[in-house]
């Protein structure tokens, strides 16, 4: 069940992968010959106009990875159309974009008062992205002309800073070929596409729809669980800041009347509130995961093209009456068990399992409070009990 895994056994039993001279002189010309961040910086931009995309061209053209539909995006004034053939990403630079979105690189320094919430550092593996718990909650799920692959580097580290030197350069192939699960032989489908009666057509994905998934090129996709940072904050939240979650509208805590007393729980935190922040916080490590895969991609020489247009809750599969996505499992639209009406999801057995009241993995809070604690008093953890 845990997407936050820990091996102890791992570092006697991993060999180092072989790989060839090629492989390792391309890594070294990323690590050793590459321009510096600054300079990445200077010339970063988003270039959407991949080889063999096209834009505003007014051509009709089939969609085989959205359920075969054929559309038609309106002819425009910039209307290009490339007549070179996609090029695929290699396995090394899909592998070295894989590493700088949230890969492997060390020890996590941990340099957090004992008395100042230590206790809610849920491992000690750092990773190329920050976390406000070090909780690994983020997944990259990548996506080729092979399929849709799940990319989570186990939370054992081999060494305090994991690419010292060319000497590891080896790693990054190893996590890439071992720590990747494939989740579907085929590229998701996406597409949602409709003509109302209107005068205008609704396309859940935005002008992303027409390049997109587009057979030849990669789509990287960093896919988090709010759940457990929502838990592991929580309990923070009540052991050091004395925090403790309110009803807005009645102004009552929601549970913990015999704990609300000085030296314990002393200031109310309304919902919305508490969940507006926790959603800050785990939105720092997608968007930190987002940019470091741009400024990877630049300082490599490839184009790069930031994505927020569609909806995600389609992408992971909360429709599949109109797209079947990532093939996600969310919570029905029961008034009584889902009073917000919204899409929340459940995630997919062995792929992702967030951590959601009520699912198959946490049939109620209880479950979901002791998992989170495990993971910090566990082995592993990065707690101090």
């Known amino acids: 069940m845990p997407d936050v895994q820990f091996d102890p056994g791992h570092r006697q039993r991993v060999t180092p992968t072989q790989i060839t001279a090629e492989e390792h002189a391309a890594i070294a010309r990323v690590f050793e010959a590459g321009p510096s ?3 990445a910086l ?39 159309a490339s007549q070179a053939p996609p090029v695929p990403l290699s396995e ?10 949230l890969g492997p690189n060390g020890i996590a320094l941990a340099d957090v008062p004992v008395h100042g919430a230590l206790s809610g550092m849920l491992s000690w593996a750092g990773r190329t992205i920050p976390a406000s718990s070090n909780d690994l909650s983020v997944d990259l799920f990548v996506i080729n002309d092979q399929g849709v692959f799940r990319y989570r580097p186990l939370a054992e580290r081999l060494a305090p800073v994991e690419i010292a030197g060319p000497e590891d350069y080896w790693k990054v192939l190893h996590w890439y070929r071992n720590d990747r699960l494939q989740v579907s032989d085929r590229r998701p489908d996406i597409g949602w596409f409709s003509a109302p009666e209107g005068t ?17 090129s990669t789509w990287f996709l ?15 939240s009540y052991e050091w800041s004395g925090f403790y ?48 895969i741009r400024l990877g991609a630049e ?31 969310f919570l029905e639209r029961d008034p009584d068990r889902n009073p917000s009406a919204t899409a929340t999801c459940l995630g997919r057995a062995g792929v992702k399992e967030p951590v959601v009241v009520p699912s198959p993995q946490f049939p109620t809070a209880a479950d979901a409070v002791r998992y989170v604690m495990d993971l910090r008093y566990g082995p592993g953890g990065g707690a101090v009990a």
């Open 37 to 39: 961040v600054f300079s």
């Open 200 to 216: 205008h057509n609704v396309n859940a994905l935005g002008p992303g729809q027409y390049n997109l998934n587009r057979p030849g």
């Open 245 to 292: 979650l309110m009803d807005p509208d009645t102004q009552k805590s929601c549970g913990v009347e015999e704990f609300i007393r000085p030296g314990f729980l002393e200031v109310g935190f309304p919902i919305p509130v508490f969940d507006e922040l926790v959603q800050l916080l785990h939105a720092g490590q997608v968007g930190a995961s987002v940019q470091n």
């Open 299 to 329: 300082a490599m020489g490839l184009g790069a093209w930031p994505v927020g247009s569609y909806a995600d809750d389609m992408v992971l599969g909360a429709y599949p009456e109109v797209s079947t996505g990532l093939g996600f499992d």
């Open 222 to 236: 960093p896919v988090g669980d709010l759940g457990l940072e929502w838990f592991n904050q929580l309990l923070s």
């Open 92 to 101: 090394v630079e899909e592998a070295l974009l894989a590493w700088a979105a």
């Open 42 to 80: 200077s010339t970063l931009r988003t270039r959407r106009m991949g080889l063999g995309y096209r834009s505003e061209t007014g051509e009709p053209e089939t969609f085989e990875w959205s359920s075969g539909r054929t559309l038609t995006q309106q002819a425009g004034p910039l209307s290009w």
